[in-house]
């Protein structure tokens, strides 16, 4: 019996891909359901009390002035907002993994199409946000989109 290697890496690659996108959308669920909890006025106020010592220490820390400017405009709307896409990016990703691990080959389309939408959307707020830590989901959705197409095609070579 040959086993194909590279096939073998493909299928622990889809595999590896498939268990972050899951564990990154529980913590987009998880973090969604903490925003119900937590009030924006308690946010504002971790976030001083979280940068108050490193901007006594170097008042041009990126990091804490950053939190701190985005801090300020953070609001109700601002945090109805991401409980909205928080929750719906965690549920419809968590949903599709799901299929995708079941190998559900008639969802893979979909699961293709909704994972470039949330790619175009992670590459624009990489631009308007100047977020580069939301690189590391850019490249997640870009190799998790390349190996579903990988997967769907070796099914429909497999079935005709």
């Given at each position: 019996?040959?086993?194909?290697?590279?096939?073998?890496?493909?299928?622990?690659?889809?595999?590896?891909?498939?268990?972050?996108?899951?564990?990154?959308?529980?913590?987009?669920?998880?973090?969604?359901?903490?925003?119900?909890?937590?009030?924006?006025?308690?946010?504002?106020?971790?976030?001083?009390?979280?940068?108050?010592?490193?901007?006594?220490?170097?008042?041009?820390?990126?990091i804490a002035n950053f939190l701190?400017?985005?801090?300020?405009?953070?609001?109700?709307?601002?945090?109805?907002?991401?409980?909205?896409?928080?929750?719906?990016?965690?549920?419809?990703?968590?949903?599709?993994?799901?299929?995708?691990?079941?190998?559900?080959?008639?969802?893979?389309?979909?699961?293709?199409a909704v994972f470039i939408l949330?790619?175009?959307?992670?590459?624009?707020?990489?631009?308007?946000?100047?977020?580069?830590?939301?690189l590391i989901l850019i490249i997640?959705?870009?190799?998790?989109?390349?190996?579903?197409?990988?997967?769907?095609?070796?099914?429909?070579?497999?079935?005709?």
């Amino acid at each position: 019996m040959k086993i194909n290697i590279n096939k073998l890496n493909l299928d622990r690659l889809f595999g590896v891909a498939l268990v972050l996108k899951s564990l990154n959308a529980v913590l987009e669920i998880f973090s969604g359901l903490l925003l119900i909890i937590i009030k924006p006025e308690q946010i504002i106020k971790l976030i001083s009390v979280f940068t108050s010592q490193e901007i006594t220490e170097d008042p041009k820390d990126i990091i804490a002035n950053f939190l701190i400017k985005a801090s300020h405009g953070y609001s109700i709307s601002a945090n109805t907002f991401w409980i909205f896409y928080l929750l719906s990016h965690g549920i419809i990703k968590i949903i599709l993994v799901g299929f995708l691990f079941k190998r559900q080959y008639k969802i893979y389309p979909i699961a293709i199409a909704v994972f470039i939408l949330f790619l175009l959307y992670e590459v624009y707020k990489l631009f308007v946000g100047h977020s580069f830590s939301i690189l590391i989901l850019i490249i997640i959705d870009i190799i998790i989109v390349y190996l579903t197409i990988l997967e769907y095609r070796k099914h429909h070579i497999m079935e005709g």
